[in-house]
């Protein structure tokens, strides 16, 4: 089993800057993150993709966010980060990560794969 904790939410102004982070962590022998996304679900609206980053480093932004959020990850802590700038009303929503995990219960097991969400953070963005 495993969790993802974020980190990082909060009320900000418009111009300003966050900083999300969502740490991966378990009890299994081992743990290895395939791809990292970040997702935002806005009051009345539908989750949405925001960013995502592959194994191998490859990122994607949504067109909304684009040129202002960067996504990063740290493979040592199972961490991945979302460095969000010059903020605007329209981002404020409550954002979620979600990993695709590969994981062994034991040294002796087979891998297993399955994709974990976080509890989400809210972000509030004033005008």
């Known amino acids: 089993q495993v969790q993802l904790v974020e980190a990082g939410g909060g009320l900000v102004q418009a111009g300003g800057s966050l900083r999300l982070s969502c740490a991966a962590s378990?009890?299994?022998?081992?743990?290895?993150?395939?791809?990292w996304g970040w997702y935002r679900q806005a009051p009345g609206k539908q989750r949405e993709l925001a960013a995502t980053?592959?194994?191998?480093?490859?990122?994607n932004y949504a067109d909304s966010v684009k040129g202002r959020f960067t996504i990063s990850k740290d493979n040592a802590k199972n961490t991945v980060y979302l460095q969000m700038n010059s903020l605007k009303p329209e981002d404020t929503a409550v954002y979620y990560c979600?990993?695709?995990?590969?994981?062994?219960?034991?040294?002796?097991?087979?891998?297993?794969?399955?994709?974990?969400w976080g509890q989400g953070t809210q972000v509030t963005v004033s005008s």
């Open positions: 980053i592959t194994t191998g480093g490859t990122t």
């Open positions: 979600n990993a695709d995990v590969v994981t062994r219960r034991y040294s002796y097991s087979s891998s297993t794969q399955y994709t974990y």
């Open positions: 378990g009890s299994d022998f081992s743990i290895n993150v395939m791809g």
